[in-house]
């Protein structure tokens, strides 16, 4: 068995909604997960496949713990298998062996081992299973740590299926999901562990291949305790303040800025305008709320209307926009949206995340309102600016250094606007200590 070489986090971008005021998260801490390859002799890899070869009428469809009002067939679809006494020999002593190592190399607490569950999981064409964690219902709170060994009938004919293991964010003592992730790609032969609590979700799979042919399958299983396990939080990163005031001090500082005064307002380019306007009126009615932070949005969550990867395909068709505007080779790391503003509704004064929100845009789309809703935005020299957008109108800004803010409670039925963020694609590569170091 080997370690395999890019089982890192890769620290992808925002790929999906964020939890702050404009799409950034307030502290995320990525995942710990660990990936290994060539885990099973070839000899007992063939035999795992002739098991599920003879065993796969016995397939059934998989069961979920939905949340109330969800329906099962929208957050899981697979196939499954729970009798496995006759291979769970060919796992049986690895799995116990490395639980100590596993332990200790994740960051879970010791736990006395109760049991460790199991099953043989099947993904076909267009299976998936949403973002969850393992152990979030009474039923399987004791689940300390997960295992996801990894096989399929080489060739492999299958794409998708990778593993999103998503950050995670500490909300008064609560692991909540966050927005980042890392991927995980289902290689042939290799096992996944990462601890329970931690939010993932299986990408879809595609193929065009009949039966276990082109499938992606897993021997996948929990190590359970007998009672409730304990979980550590790490102690919070001294830059990420309580205060966002604080934030908006150091960075306004210490970060580099591009342009005479901070921010400009520019008009879309109609196609894309007509894209959003689109999608935002289809989705405007039967937009949830967003479940953002309270110490930015402090007078409740706004709507989200759910676009799809619209944002990202708009993002590149706007970029040049951006890229002339700031004078810089920018890359695309978030499209967030769209935000759907309801009356009484406001926005603390803050700045955005460093790492990667530097050149943004707010892409008004539409409102409903008695008066103009202005955000108000502090150039370079801290003067602040109210700029009022219509429709049709996008706010560029340097949004990790020109603090920004709607104070007023918003008078209307409802202000809807996607945020783009982008960071250069060279030179952009400060730390937290850095900036803790010339802190004002």
Same mark, same amino acid.
């Given at each position: 068995?080997?370690?395999?070489?890019?089982?890192?986090?890769?620290?992808?971008?925002?790929?999906?909604?964020?939890?702050?005021?404009?799409?950034?998260?307030?502290?995320?801490?990525?995942? !710990?997960?660990?990936?290994?390859?060539?885990?099973?002799?070839?000899?007992?890899?063939?035999?795992?496949?002739?098991?599920?070869?003879?065993?796969?009428?016995?397939?059934?469809?998989?069961?979920?713990?939905?949340?109330?009002?969800?329906?099962?067939?929208?957050?899981?679809?697979?196939?499954?298998?729970?009798?496995?006494?006759?291979?769970?020999?060919?796992?049986?002593?690895?799995?116990?062996?490395?639980?100590?190592?596993?332990?200790?190399?994740?960051?879970?607490?010791?736990?006395?081992?109760? &049991?460790?569950?199991?099953?043989?999981?099947?993904?076909?064409?267009?299976?998936?299973?949403?973002?969850?964690?393992?152990?979030?219902?009474?039923?399987?709170?004791?689940?300390?740590?997960?295992?996801?060994?990894?096989?399929?009938?080489?060739?492999?004919?299958?794409?998708?299926?990778?593993?999103?293991?998503?950050?995670?964010?500490?909300?008064?003592?609560?692991?909540?999901?966050?927005? +980042?992730?890392?991927?995980? *790609?289902?290689? &042939?032969?290799?096992?996944?562990?990462?601890?329970?609590?931690? $939010?993932?979700?299986?990408? !879809?799979?595609? /193929?065009?291949?009949?039966?276990? *042919?082109?499938? +992606?399958? /897993?021997?996948?299983?929990?190590?359970?305790?007998?009672?409730?396990?304990?979980?550590?939080?790490?102690?919070?990163?001294?830059?990420?303040?309580?205060?966002?005031?604080?934030?908006?001090?150091?960075?306004?500082?210490?970060?580099?800025?591009?342009?005479?005064?901070?921010?400009?307002?520019?008009?879309?380019?109609?196609?894309?305008?007509?894209?959003?306007?689109?999608?935002?009126?289809?989705?405007?009615?039967?937009?949830?709320?967003?479940?953002?932070?309270?110490?930015?949005?402090?007078?409740?969550?706004?709507?989200?209307?759910?676009?799809?990867?619209?944002?990202?395909?708009?993002?590149?068709?706007?970029?040049?926009? $951006?890229?002339?505007?700031?004078?810089?080779?920018?890359?695309?790391?978030?499209?967030?949206?769209? +935000?759907?503003?309801?009356?009484?509704?406001?926005?603390?004064?803050?700045?955005? +995340?460093?790492?990667?929100?530097?050149?943004?845009?707010?892409?008004?789309?539409? $409102?409903?309102?008695?008066?103009?809703?202005?955000?108000?935005?502090?150039? &370079?020299?801290?003067?602040?600016?109210?700029?009022?957008?219509?429709?049709?109108?996008?706010?560029?800004?340097?949004?990790?250094?020109?603090?920004?803010?709607?104070?007023? !409670?918003?008078?209307?039925?409802?202000?809807?606007?996607?945020?783009?963020?982008?960071?250069?694609?060279?030179?952009?590569?400060?730390?937290?200590?850095?900036?803790?170091?010339?802190?004002?």
């Amino acid at each position: 068995m080997t370690i395999s070489p890019d089982n890192s986090p890769d620290n992808s971008p925002d790929n999906s909604p964020d939890s702050s005021p404009d799409g950034s998260p307030t502290m995320q801490h990525p995942s !710990p997960f660990l990936q290994f390859d060539d885990f099973l002799s070839e000899e007992a890899v063939e035999k795992l496949i002739a098991f599920v070869q003879s065993r796969e009428d016995d397939l059934t469809a998989s069961t979920v713990l939905a949340r109330n009002g969800d329906n099962p067939q929208d957050v899981r679809r697979s196939s499954t298998l729970f009798d496995l006494d006759s291979v769970w020999p060919l796992f049986e002593n690895q799995l116990h062996d490395l639980l100590p190592v596993m332990r200790k190399e994740l960051g879970v607490p010791h736990f006395s081992l109760d &049991h460790t569950e199991r099953q043989l999981t099947v993904h076909f064409d267009g299976d998936f299973f949403g973002p969850h964690n393992d152990n979030g219902g009474e039923s399987v709170a004791t689940r300390a740590m997960t295992y996801v060994y990894y096989f399929n009938i080489e060739p492999r004919q299958f794409d998708g299926g990778e593993l999103w293991i998503y950050d995670w964010v500490d909300q008064h003592g609560m692991r909540l999901q966050g927005d +980042r992730y890392q991927v995980v *790609e289902p290689r &042939h032969n290799s096992i996944v562990f990462f601890p329970s609590w931690i $939010h993932h979700e299986v990408r !879809p799979v595609h /193929t065009t291949a009949t039966g276990l *042919e082109g499938c +992606r399958m /897993t021997f996948n299983g929990w190590y359970r305790t007998a009672a409730m396990p304990e979980v550590e939080l790490p102690a919070p990163e001294p830059f990420i303040e309580d205060d966002p005031d604080i934030v908006a001090a150091i960075l306004r500082e210490n970060l580099p800025k591009f342009t005479a005064t901070g921010f400009a307002i520019v008009d879309t380019p109609p196609e894309v305008h007509r894209l959003l306007a689109e999608a935002y009126a289809a989705g405007l009615e039967s937009a949830p709320q967003e479940g953002s932070d309270p110490r930015y949005l402090t007078s409740g969550d706004p709507s989200f209307v759910d676009i799809g990867n619209l944002g990202y395909e708009v993002g590149p068709m706007l970029q040049s926009i $951006h890229e002339e505007w700031s004078g810089q080779e920018l890359e695309l790391t978030a499209a967030y949206g769209i +935000r759907t503003y309801r009356r009484g509704q406001i926005l603390r004064r803050h700045v955005d +995340r460093f790492e990667t929100h530097v050149i943004s845009s707010v892409v008004h789309i539409d $409102h409903e309102s008695d008066e103009p809703w202005p955000l108000e935005i502090e150039d &370079h020299d801290g003067v602040v600016h109210k700029a009022a957008l219509e429709a049709g109108q996008m706010l560029l800004y340097e949004s990790a250094v020109c603090a920004h803010a709607r104070p007023e !409670p918003f008078a209307g039925e409802h202000y809807g606007s996607l945020f783009l963020h982008f960071k250069p694609t060279t030179g952009w590569d400060f730390t937290t200590e850095e900036l803790l170091t010339r802190a004002p």
